[in-house]
């Protein structure tokens, strides 16, 4: 950053990567707004089959939880200058990402098991939507989580502004996409 960026950014005191990601989540939060609104507007119209979510995707918003604590902690390891706990903790966080995965796609089958189908009622079919573009947000913070792991056990251990500002991305995110699985999870159980 030349001098005349670094004035301007102690002036509006955010940091252009971290503006960048809340616009991103501010639009991934209004496709699912727009998602939700949807599912409101067409159950309202009738022909709905109603159906117990599967236990899984209970289970899975645990698993979610537990992998926003275990980054939130590698975060203050990394911060403490603890790379042997920084370093476990992001493997554990990245584990139980993939744990979600399985979990979600478990989830499906146990849909598929009760007779509720992508393309069949439009409830099972909005169940599939968005929990599966959820689940592929999910994906690509496990892509970022896979670079983090890389930096961790191919560089050496520096705390530096621009490693502390990469984590606090990654830590940004994956505390959003869990944030908004337990209010979609929130959101199908109360419909």
């Known amino acids: 950053m030349d001098l005349a960026a ?3 950014f102690g002036r509006n005191k955010i940091h252009p990567h971290k503006f960048a990601l809340w616009a991103a989540m501010g639009g991934i939060l209004m496709m699912f707004a727009a998602l939700t609104s949807a599912y409101i507007v067409r159950h309202a119209v009738g022909n709905w089959l109603e159906f117990k979510l599967p236990n ?3 289970v899975s918003a645990v698993v979610m939880l537990l992998s926003s604590i275990t980054l939130q902690y590698s975060y203050r390891a990394f911060k403490a200058g603890n790379e042997q706990a920084y370093r476990i903790l992001m ?3 990245t584990v139980l990402g993939l744990a ?11 849909m598929e098991s009760i007779g509720v189908f992508l393309d069949g009622n ?3 079919s909005f169940i599939y939507v968005i929990s599966g573009v959820h689940a592929a947000h999910v994906l690509g913070g496990i892509a970022v989580l896979v670079v983090a792991l890389m930096h961790a056990f191919m560089l050496e251990f520096k705390v530096t502004e621009k490693r502390k500002v990469r984590f606090e991305l990654t830590l940004t995110y994956w505390h959003f996409v869990d944030l908004l ?10 419909q």
Request: charge should be neutral; proline fraction near 3%; glycine fraction near 10%.
């Open 122 to 124: 439009p409830s099972g």
């Open 91 to 93: 493997v554990i966080t």
């Open 56 to 58: 899984v995707f209970f």
């Open 100 to 110: 979600f995965l399985g979990l979600q796609y478990s989830g499906w089958l146990e």
């Open 181 to 190: 699985w337990i209010y979609l999870l929130f959101f199908l159980v109360t």
């Open 6 to 8: 670094k004035e301007k």
